[in-house]
């Protein structure tokens, strides 16, 4: 069973940088497509950004952004280090929610219930 610890949460200025981290407990984190996702206050937990496993076999993007962080967010790994990474840039108030990191056997997706293994979640909080 892989595990999943999120960290790099903080309290942040709008317009501010941030870096989370995720951690897995194993190599096997390499072979998984991972997801980002987030959950505002009162609300549903939305897709952020996800990248594919290194050697898939897939025709299309590396990495999937939402709307919402396109262009400020970007998500990267070091399997190396059985670690994967958010950096958000720019960031805004809305912006503020707790982040969880995702894995999931097969190609990268978007789905939040095509997700199989779940972080704990960090919170990133930013005031304007």
Same mark, same amino acid.
């Given at each position: 069973?892989?595990?999943? !610890? ?8 709008? &317009?501010?940088? *941030? ?11 390499? +072979? ?13 937990? /939305? ?28 998500? +990267? ?8 990474? *958010?950096?958000? /840039?720019? *960031? ?5 929610? !707790? ?6 056997? &097969? $190609? ?8 199989? $293994? ?11």
């Amino acid at each position: 069973q892989l595990r999943l !610890v999120e960290s790099g949460g903080g309290s942040v200025q709008a &317009g501010a940088s *941030l870096r989370i981290s995720c951690t897995a407990s194993d190599h096997t984190f390499s +072979s998984y497509p991972i997801g980002w996702f987030r959950q505002a206050a009162w609300k549903e937990r /939305d897709f952020v950004a996800t990248i594919r496993r290194n050697g898939e076999r897939w025709s299309g993007n590396t990495t999937y952004y939402a709307d919402s962080v396109k262009g400020r967010f970007t998500i +990267s790994r070091d399997d190396a280090k059985n670690t994967g990474y *958010l950096h958000m /840039d720019s *960031l805004k108030p809305e912006d503020t929610a !707790v982040y969880y990191c995702a894995a999931t056997p &097969g $190609f990268i997706r978007v789905a939040e219930t095509s997700y199989y $293994f779940w972080g704990q979640g960090t919170q990133v909080t930013v005031s304007s």
